[in-house]
T-cell receptor
Framework: GENVEQHPSTLSVQEGDSAVIKCTYS??????FPWYKQELGKGPQLIID?????GEKKDQRIAVTLNKTAKHFSLHITETQPEDSAVYFC????????????FGTGTRLQVTL | DAMVIQNPRYQVTQFGKPVTLSCSQT?????MYWYQQKSSQAPKLLFH???????NEADTPDNFQSRRPNTSFCFLDIRSPGLGDAAMYLC???????????FGPGTRLTVL
């Protein structure tokens, strides 16, 4: 089955700096890679995703890159703000009749003033 | 707004006392999922419904069951909760041909 590793487990950055979270996956059949943000006491919120037919996707201050050959993908947050503080999960799945996500272990991002 | 709703948000039960958590969705999605999330861990898939077709994960304890009476609603039944079942329970949905999963706010279960 799929295995997703995520690093770092905790990340502290100053407001305005960039943050990068990295994930690797094991199943070469995986072709969909979402990123979720989870605030304390809330459900995960999809913030950006990428499919295997593209190498990079950007949405305002967040971007995701994918290297299919190396089987890794990364989340980049620029100009971080205190409200970016949360736990971020990467995940991987492949297209099917029901998409079963395999999650990474999560990264706790703390943006300090 | 289309959304995934979970009730209650907080549930306290006693050891061994059956409990039911509910999820409803206005997205008209075919697929509904139940996840268990323990503190500082990633969500763990328990089972999912593709329409009325029930799919159990191999390591989901027998203590956990689910019902989906119609497209909009899905229930998680825990027959005899143990202390180890205390967790956040998350419901998610996705449409038939899309990968994106949308999560509800979760129900935090406490077992006394």
């Amino acid at each position: 089955g799929e295995n997703v590793e995520q690093h770092p487990s905790t990340l502290s950055v100053q407001e305005g700096d960039s943050a990068v979270i990295k994930c690797t996956y094991s199943d070469s059949a995986s072709n969909y890679f979402p990123w979720y943000k989870q605030e304390l006491g809330k459900g995960p919120q999809l913030i950006i995703d990428i499919r295997s037919n593209v190498g990079e996707k950007k949405d305002q201050r967040i971007a995701v890159t994918l290297n299919k050959t190396a089987k890794h993908f990364s989340l980049h947050i620029t100009e971080t703000q205190p409200e970016d503080s949360a736990v971020y999960f990467c995940a991987a799945s492949h297209t099917g009749t029901a998409s079963k996500l395999t999650f990474g272990t999560g990264t706790r991002l703390q943006v300090t003033l | 707004d289309a959304m995934v709703i979970q009730n209650p948000r907080y549930q306290v039960t006693q050891f061994g006392k059956p409990v039911t958590l509910s999820c409803s969705q206005t997205l008209n999605h075919n697929v509904m999922y139940w996840y268990q999330q323990k503190s500082s861990q990633a969500p763990k898939l328990l089972f999912h419904y593709y329409d009325k077709d029930f799919n159990n994960e191999a390591d989901t304890p027998d203590n956990f069951q689910s019902r989906r009476p119609n497209t909009s609603f899905c229930f998680l039944d825990i027959r005899s909760p143990g202390l180890g079942d205390a967790a956040m329970y998350l419901c998610a949905t996705s449409s038939r041909d899309a990968n994106e999963q949308f999560f509800g706010p979760g129900t935090r279960l406490t077992v006394l």
